[in-house]
């Protein structure tokens, strides 16, 4: 797509720093570097986001986490890392080319917050709803 910045990455018409390239899939680190190694994982394909992606590409694209993650860790040293991607602008997506992040971790004061509140469940809503969903799923 001629005005997505990550298709220009992938076409090296805008530069960044690869970590990880094959013929369907390429990892760069984020320019925001929210913590030190910071990297995305895209398809080349251009697709939105999740919502939009066929199964093929997403088997193509999640497949690569566990070996990517992995490098990440030990070429940075941490201790942990976030696996996160954001769909939809309500969600934080501001690129739109599907993304992964591998956000390394270093200890409890990294600059990332992401926290779950608990709420107390009404059993019956939650089996309702779930109801919904596998329909959708179905669907
Ligand atoms: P989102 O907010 O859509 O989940 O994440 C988009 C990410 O893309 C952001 O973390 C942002 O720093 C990163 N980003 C935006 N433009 C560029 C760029 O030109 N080069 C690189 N390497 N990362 C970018
Ligand atoms: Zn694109």
New binding site residues.
């Given amino acids: 797509m001629s005005d997505c ?1 990550f298709c220009k ?1 992938i076409a090296g018409e ?1 530069p ?2 690869k970590v990880y390239e094959d013929d369907k899939v390429l990892a ?5 570097q ?1 913590t030190q190694g ?1 990297t ?1 994982v895209i398809p080349k394909e251009h697709v939105r986001n999740v919502l939009e992606m066929s199964d093929q590409t997403a088997a193509t694209v999640f497949a690569r986490l566990p070996k990517l993650a992995r490098a990440v860790k030990v070429a940075t040293g941490a201790k942990g890392l976030n696996i996160v991607n ?1 769909n939809e602008e309500i969600a ?4 739109f080319h599907a ?1 992964i ?1 591998i956000i390394p971790r270093y200890n409890d004061q990294d600059e990332i917050a992401i926290t779950f509140t608990e709420h107390e469940p009404d059993f019956d809503a939650l089996g309702r709803l779930a109801q919904d969903i596998a329909k959708e799923v179905e669907a």
């Fill in positions: 910045i990455i805008i960044s720093s760069f680190l984020d320019i925001s929210t910071h995305l954001n934080g997506q501001t690129v993304h992040h």
